[in-house]
């Protein structure tokens, strides 16, 4: 079993629409939580933390639940610079130093 | 605007060649990180130097000879590399190992052994 797990997607979202998805992880012990996006032969950018208590950044919104252990990321008002991979990386609570990455899922806003 | 800096951008070398990819941070991060990403999968961790010690080597064949020379800078030097080494090659740092560790990425070196 993956540690951690993503729906690759394409996730197709009309430009304006509001698109959700999740990443589940396995290491019950895990500390912390991020969401990057990657463009296409770029390098993965933080796109934001996520805390216990959820946390938005304008248009996005990104919740941990512990007990199921999964994080979401919500994305509303869709631009098409959206449309990236996104990443689901999970930090092991036992070696700081190593993240854990899900395979990515694919969003592609279109017009 | 990425505060981390890698060159060369892209690379490419014949299997008995020497090159050394180059990274730096100018954040004050004390842990710098190598990732190697082949197409269409997640980055795949290398090694981690916390402090210019290094912390992880995660199996990583001889080939590839990591080097920190102060807190600021991180080498990757190649050798006898093999066509299947050909990938991206991604610098990372954080400010220390330690929780939350957001790592923040450099551009990375196209890398393709012949």
């Known amino acids: 079993r993956k540690e951690v797990e993503q729906d690759p997607g394409p996730f197709n979202v009309p430009e304006g629409a509001t698109v959700a998805f999740n990443c589940t992880y396995s290491?019950?012990?895990?500390?912390?939580f991020f969401w990057y996006r990657q463009d296409c032969r770029k390098e993965p950018k933080l796109l934001m933390s996520?805390?216990?208590s959820g946390n938005e950044d304008g248009r996005f919104t990104a919740q941990l639940n512990r007990a199921s252990q999964y994080i979401s990321l919500l994305i509303r008002d869709s631009k098409l610079s959206d449309s990236a991979t996104y990443l689901c990386?999970?930090?092991?609570?036992?070696?700081?130093?190593?993240?854990?990455f899900g395979a990515g899922t694919q969003v592609v806003v279109t017009p | 605007d990425t505060e981390v800096t890698q060159t060369p951008k892209h690379l490419v070398m014949g299997m008995t060649n020497k090159k050394s990819l180059k990274c730096e941070q100018h954040m004050g991060h004390r842990a710098m990180y190598w990732y190697k990403q082949k197409a269409k999968k997640p980055p795949e961790l290398m090694f981690v130097?916390?402090?210019?010690?290094?912390?992880i080597n995660e199996s990583v064949p001889s080939r590839f000879s990591p080097e920190c020379p102060n807190s600021s800078l991180l080498n990757l030097h190649l050798h006898a590399l093999q066509p299947e080494d050909s990938a991206l090659y991604l610098c990372a740092s954080s400010q220390v190992l330690t929780s939350p560790n957001e790592q923040f990425f450099g551009p990375g070196t196209r890398l393709t052994v012949l």
């Open positions: 990386v999970v930090s092991e609570g036992d070696s700081w130093g190593k993240l854990q």
């Open positions: 130097y916390s402090y210019e010690k290094l912390s």
């Open positions: 290491n019950s012990a895990s500390q912390s």
């Open positions: 996520v805390y216990s």
